[in-house]
């Protein structure tokens, strides 16, 4: 997990709250990601970025809205946490230009009550 | 959905056994790479297998790939207690989006 580090490690919150996650890499790589990790889906994206303030949507963004206003750092934010946003959340990094390996972080275990 | 496919979802064999899990993927991708994730980590890249590139290897894992039939497979030999983890396919099919499989779950039983 060198280069990335995801905060918080663990937060339990109530159904209606806001919620952030944050993404921090030294790598100085311009792609950022998070996933999500749920038991039978595997790890599904919910957001990129390709570039400060430069984001997408992957397949599973409803709910979910992300900020870059620095390189190192990429934000989730879960406006209003429902029980169904209850996972295991992933960022990952990648260089680009050919170097198309992803480095990920620890992950950050969310419950929603 | 984007998502690919492992197969088997989980296996066992004993140590010393080589272990295949295949990928199944749904779009033209211009590579296929494999990760895998110890319980409670984060993923860690493997190996990487570009669209034209039918075989690859390094050390105990040779991975092949059939673009015809969009399926990737992982094999690993003499396999050890340690090789124990989930082994997850990613596809990059636009360039720098990736989209990983469901996974395979994998135990080496000593």
């Known amino acids: 997990d060198a280069g990335i580090t995801q905060s918080p490690r663990h937060k339990v919150t109530e159904t209606g709250t806001p919620v952030t996650l944050r993404c921090h890499q030294t790598?100085?790589?311009?792609?950022m990601y998070w996933y999500r990790q749920d038991p039978g889906h595997g790890l599904r994206l919910i957001h990129y970025?390709?570039?400060?303030?430069?984001?997408d949507k992957g397949e599973v963004s409803d709910g979910y809205s992300v900020s870059r206003s620095k390189t190192e750092d990429f934000l989730l934010t879960l406006e209003s946490a429902t029980s169904s946003q209850t996972s295991v959340y992933f960022c990952?990094?990648?260089?680009?230009?050919?170097?198309?390996?992803?480095?990920f972080g620890a992950g950050s275990r969310l419950t929603v009550l | 959905s984007q998502q690919g496919e492992e197969d088997p979802q989980a296996l066992s064999i004993q140590e010393g056994e080589n272990a295949t899990m295949n990928c199944s993927y749904k779009?033209?991708?211009?590579?296929l790479q494999w990760y895998r994730q110890n319980s409670g980590r984060g993923l860690v890249h493997l190996i990487l297998?570009?669209?034209?590139?039918r075989e690859k290897h390094s050390g105990r894992l040779r991975v092949t790939l059939d673009t015809s039939k969009k399926s990737s497979s992982l094999l690993i030999t003499a396999s050890r207690a340690a090789d124990t983890a989930s082994y997850f396919c990613a596809t990059d099919a636009t360039g720098n989006q990736f989209y990983f499989g469901t996974g395979t779950s994998l135990t080496v039983i000593p």
């Open positions: 990952a990094i990648c260089g680009g230009f050919g170097a198309n390996v992803l480095t």
């Open positions: 970025s390709y570039g400060v303030k430069d984001t």
């Open positions: 779009t033209s991708i211009n590579n």
């Open positions: 790598e100085n790589h311009r792609y």
């Open positions: 297998i570009r669209s034209n590139e």
